[in-house]
């Protein structure tokens, strides 16, 4: 079960660079959400998409973009990298799991750890 | 204020011993609240979550919610060193859809 997938899991990128980062979930849910981690500040919604063909923004939107692909895909983009968005980057998945229930449970990818220099 | 705050520890409990995490939140009306544990490195992971007044208990854990005082609170009985972690609360805040709002974390650190 692979479960949420993100990708990379680590990135070095020059201020003004432009990156995106990759999520993608097999569970077929149809919430998606970008959170950052930052120390001591516990995670942040950049974004989130609750169903395909739908993005909203979170906490912290400034400075990223956000592409709901398809029911399984949701990417987050940074057109010009500053060094205040040096962080680890979860992307997050929630909805129907087997069984019919919804908790209402995030599932998080392994994280990517992202530095601007 | 924060929406949804905890204290940042770290909390130091020696083995064997009760751990006591707390956070509290701004919304009155939060629907479901959440636990995470978090290793150093690694994504959060659910431990539980609860949506009644009341305690749940799994296992070594047990989460309280008291909504009128509006706060929620994990216990872990037991203590193990492999119960450090940060442990994030995360709440559903009214009108937030599907979304949760995650507290700063505690850290707990258990020694043998």
């Known amino acids: 079960n692979a479960g949420v997938t993100q990708t990379p899991k680590f990135q070095v990128l020059k201020t003004g660079q432009s990156m995106t980062l990759q999520c993608a979930q097999d569970m077929n849910h149809n919430s998606m959400y970008w959170y950052r981690q930052d120390p001591g500040m516990g995670l942040r919604l950049i974004y989130y998409s609750a169903s395909e063909g739908t993005t909203d923004k979170g906490e912290v939107p400034n400075g990223y973009n956000v592409s709901r692909l398809n029911k399984r895909e949701f990417s987050l983009r940074l057109e010009s990298a500053a060094p205040s968005q040096t962080s680890v980057y979860f992307c997050?998945?929630?909805?129907?799991?087997?069984?019919?229930?919804?908790?209402?449970?995030?599932?998080f990818g392994e994280g990517s750890r992202l530095t601007v220099l | 204020q924060k929406e949804v705050e905890q204290n940042s520890g770290p909390l130091s409990v020696p083995e064997g011993a009760i751990a006591s995490l707390n956070c509290t939140y701004s919304?009155?009306?939060?629907?479901?609240f959440f636990w995470y544990r978090q290793y150093s490195g690694k994504s959060p992971e659910l431990i539980m979550f609860?949506?009644?007044?009341g305690d749940k208990e799994d296992g070594r854990f047990t989460a309280q919610l008291n909504k009128a005082s509006q706060y929620v609170s994990l216990l872990i009985r037991d203590s193990q060193p492999s119960d450090s972690a940060t442990y994030l609360c995360a709440v559903n805040l009214h009108n937030a859809g599907n979304m949760l709002t995650f507290g700063g974390g505690t850290r707990l650190m258990v020694k043998p």
């Open positions: 609860i949506y009644s007044n």
């Open positions: 919304d009155r009306g939060s629907q479901s």
């Open positions: 997050a998945s929630s909805g129907v799991i087997t069984g019919g229930v919804n908790t209402g449970e995030l599932f």
